[in-house]
């Protein structure tokens, strides 16, 4: 994966395992490394916002920790986005209980 290739604002709807859906979008504004803040995020219907910091860089892979939460946000143990091969990043966060998937498309 080429890191800069994930410069941009991203996009989709993130379905809950109880079928619960939310619209997220998140803005990377520049490139990144392990321990920066990769950019902010915005879930309108909870609402939810924060910044996300890189805690590892895999191959197609960045482990991510919220940081900076405002609104009524709930706890995630774990957050990632996966870079796929069709352009798109399939976000995951997980918390007690729970695990919210998504595919994100780039917003023109």
Known sequence: ???????????????NNNGWEM???ISIPSSFEVGSILGTYNIPQIPCTGKFRILDI?????????EDQQG??????SDSLESLSDGTLLYVSRGKGWEAKGILQ???
């Open 72 to 77: 009524e946000c709930g706890k995630a143990d």
């Open 58 to 66: 895999q191959s197609n892979k960045l482990e991510l920790k919220a």
């Open 106 to 108: 780039r917003k023109i």
């Open 23 to 25: 619209e997220i979008t």
């Open 1 to 15: 994966m080429r890191l800069e290739s994930l410069i941009g604002t991203w996009a989709g709807i993130a379905k």
